[in-house]
DNA sequence: ATAGTGCTTCGAGTTTACTCTAGGTCAAGG
DNA sequence: CCTTGACCTAGAGTAAACTCGAAGCACTAT
């Protein structure tokens, strides 16, 4: 089974500019054409994409993720390099996660302001300057 | 106890470009001013930064902070509109969280695969064209 | 008094990641 | 045959969020 661009950008929510931008950037380094220039994607083809998807959701610039490509296609020697890049990056990721949980708090405290007003006495002993309870 | 923009700008990882620019676009519409002109924080004011540090690493962009921080000056009329606006950033950010947890499954799964090459084996039936494992 | 430091504004420049336009090729259907 | 639609490239344009440079006050220390 093969895919053409536009079924690929309806699969991961992309437009196909963005896939073509991402294939011209070297994202992509190895997809297929068929015999009138089109590219054709397979289904491992669509496990590279989800991976450049997972990669940059996370905050991996597109230069990073190009430098990942890269290693890849070279084969076996960068291995190390690669491991070392995903280990680093699942670091960043996990910090991120860990903020978004910090900042979830500071949400909720807010939140829980504007619920319950009374809070707000107690929290900031009054209102603020301009009523800017938060 | 008041502090200087470098100071707050120290504290909050931000520079003193950022947080000038973020004056600019209006995220902090009540900040003091010395009798030089040079802008004084307080307490209250650093409250209000972290509050907007938070929106922005939660992903919420300027002009929303702003609406936010205009809704704040306003007064108690837009109470219920503020309150919209956090319980539905609520969301995303639990959106977010949820979709790193994901990514960070995928990321997991491709780091085993560098640990354990056999993995590699059962996951592709051997290797990739061009050996690019993943 | 004058040099240095830290602040000010205004506006221009930069980076990143798209996003779109123009003009063209190719294969199928009427 | 010719139109339609999906694809192609190259390159220009855009939006967001900074980031910086230039020129200039105000206070402090020598």
Known sequence: MSYSINE???KFGLS???LRYYDKEGLMPFI???KSGNRVFTETDLNWVAMVCCLKD???SIKEI???ADWC???MQSIDERKAMLAAHRKQ???QIEDLHK???LIDSKIAVYENPELAQRLYGGLDKSALIP
């Open 93 to 95: 990721v996990v910090k």
């Open 66 to 68: 190009k430098k990942y």
């Open 58 to 60: 996370t905050g991996m």
């Open 73 to 75: 296609t070279e084969g």
């Open 8 to 10: 690929v950008a309806n």
């Open 103 to 105: 900042n979830l708090e």
């Open 32 to 34: 297929g054409r068929d």
């Open 16 to 18: 196909v500019h963005t």
